[in-house]
Nanobody
Framework: DVQLVESGGGAVHPGGSLRLSCAAS????????MKWVRQAPGKGLEWVST????????DYADSVKGRFTISRDNARNMLYLQMNSLRTEDSAMYYC?????????RSQGTQVTVSS
């Protein structure tokens, strides 16, 4: 079974930083592109970032470009999201997703709250 376990969320002030982690198991992590998505209360799912299977190329939503960095460690089956210069509008539940679930969240996520 595909298992993805996110961690690293928390409460920070605007301008702060967080590093999210996602531990993957149950599939060959290094074979697949991975994505981070997020969902704020009362809003739909929003794509945040994608990284290819080798970790060479990445794409970002315009709303996070220049502030967030996605990375992965295929040897450790880990996906990361470094989030800098956080804004209140970044507050959401963050999920790592794989194509094995059509990039739909199937895990508990990690909560990020940005407030002054």
């Amino acid at each position: 079974d595909v298992q993805l376990v996110e961690s690293g969320g928390g409460a920070v002030h605007p301008g702060g930083s967080l590093r999210l982690s996602c531990a993957a198991s149950g599939f060959t992590f290094s074979d697949y592109d991975m994505k981070w998505v997020r969902q704020a209360p009362g809003k739909g799912l929003e794509w945040v970032s994608t990284i290819n299977w080798r970790g060479v190329t990445a794409d970002y939503a315009d709303s996070v470009k220049g502030r967030f960095t996605i990375s992965r460690d295929n040897a450790r089956n880990m996906l990361y999201l470094q989030m800098n210069s956080l804004r209140t509008e970044d507050s959401a539940m963050y999920y790592c997703t794989s194509p094995l679930t059509s990039y739909a969240p199937r895990s508990q996520g990690t909560q990020v709250t940005v407030s002054s």
